[in-house]
């Protein structure tokens, strides 16, 4: 009887609206093209937890059902833990309450695989016991991919922080890394989060199988030097850009799509930092000057500024605010015929797909940046947390679709540097350049995801190797 239900999917995503994203858009193609079915089972914190539901009541509850685990509480943890630390142990805390769904979904579907992200591989010894082979889906880059798989003997065969290592690292096939562009949970070997990574990292090998959010054209090098490592490592197929579709639907009154209507072509910056980013006050008033000084027409999302932080919103998505109380004085009357400033939260996918938009100023996340790619929008690349300066390094140095901002010995941008950019982009020759690698990018894009293109072949093993799984 078991054999005639369609093959099943557990995808359990970590904390972080940026992480379930993707893997809901794995699961539509993975619906769509190959007929799977799936159950997202969710660990939380019992807080902020409205923009996941919302994107997981839009979906198909006959083909993608969702439940959430009962919350786990982080009251014992110090103020200062990394949000790295809490993204693992939400998963780690709730192992005994994933272990009794799976147990359900193997009695009640024909359950052929676990899919988790980046932090999830504490999941591997629960899938391993019931039979179900745990695949990893990486929502970042092959790049960082590549450090992550080579951590555990950078780990063992360096002692200092690695941001002292005095030459930069040459990761197969990628480009040269500075150990001060790690990742920022392995900066600090004495943190906990630190503990976590090595352990995270040293069980990648046991997946069955790692689906990257990349393709082949974007990282060739990376993507070669995987294959040719064979043995020890488990498959890594290239399925990406995995991304939200651009659609107008539902979004016909935003605010800023109308703006962007009334703009030239290209004429406009987007400026966001992500789910999550947050400056000092007095970056943000930098930013602020810096933006004003250009003279270019901008689109600024903007969260109130934290002293503390770069991600105080990982955990607290906000909601609007009145922004007028943490910017210079007069700011909004002032450039108010060339900006628009949007609290917290735009439709990024519609606004980097629209045709007045001619850059974007970003973290450098990476669900940002492949929006970016997509779209064809050129980059300047301000990382602030997580791998988004590894992120940067791939699109400055590698790509070349990247302006980096530079920060002063107080690790501030200042605003005639961030005027300079932002001119320099929408209206100066490197502009250009970077623009026209950047729609080089978009093509190979378009190509990977095409009938017959690289991504979805690669997607398209890993669901034969699903679907014979069982049969
Ligand atoms: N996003 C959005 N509007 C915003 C900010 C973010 O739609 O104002 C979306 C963005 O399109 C992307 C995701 O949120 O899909 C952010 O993911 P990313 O990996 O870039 O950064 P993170 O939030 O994980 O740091």
Known sequence: QNLIKPPHVAIVPTPGIGHLTPLVELAKLLLFHHNFTFTFIIPNDGLHLAPQKKLLEALDPQAISYIFLPPVSFDDL??????????????????????????ELTESTRLVALVVDLFGADTFDVANELHVPPYIFFPSSALVLSLVLHFPHLHETTTCEYRDLPEPIQLPGCVPLHGRDFMDPVQDRSNEAYKV???????????????????VDLEPGAFKAFKEQGQGLPPVYPVG???????????????????LDKQPNESVLFVSFGSGGTFSQEQMTELALGLELSGQRF?????????????????????????SGFLPHGFLERTKEVGLVVPSWAPQVQVLSHQSTGGFLTHCGWNSTLESIVHGVPLI??????????????????????????????????SQDIAKYVRGLIEGDEGKLLRNKMKGCKEAAKLALSQEGSSTKSLAEVAQIWKGLKI
């Open 78 to 103: 110090p103020d200062d833990v990394m949000v790295e630390t809490k993204i693992a142990l939400t998963l780690t805390r709730s192992l005994s309450a994933l272990r009794i769904s799976l147990i």
């Open 197 to 215: 990574m090595v352990r995270m990292c040293k069980k990648y090998r046991s997946a069955a199988g790692i689906m990257v959010n990349s393709f």
């Open 241 to 259: 850009p995995v991304i939200k579709i651009s659609s107008a639907d539902g979004f016909e009154g935003n605010e800023c799509l109308r703006w």
């Open 299 to 323: 689109i600024w999302v903007v969260k109130s500024p934290n002293e503390t932080a770069k991600n105080a919103n990982y955990f607290n998505v906000q909601g609007s605010e009145d922004p």
């Open 381 to 414: 690349a301000w990382p602030l947390y997580a791998e988004q300066r590894m992120n940067r390094a791939l699109l400055v140095d590698g790509l070349k679709v990247a302006l980096g901002v530079k920060l002063n010995d107080k690790g501030i941008v200042e």
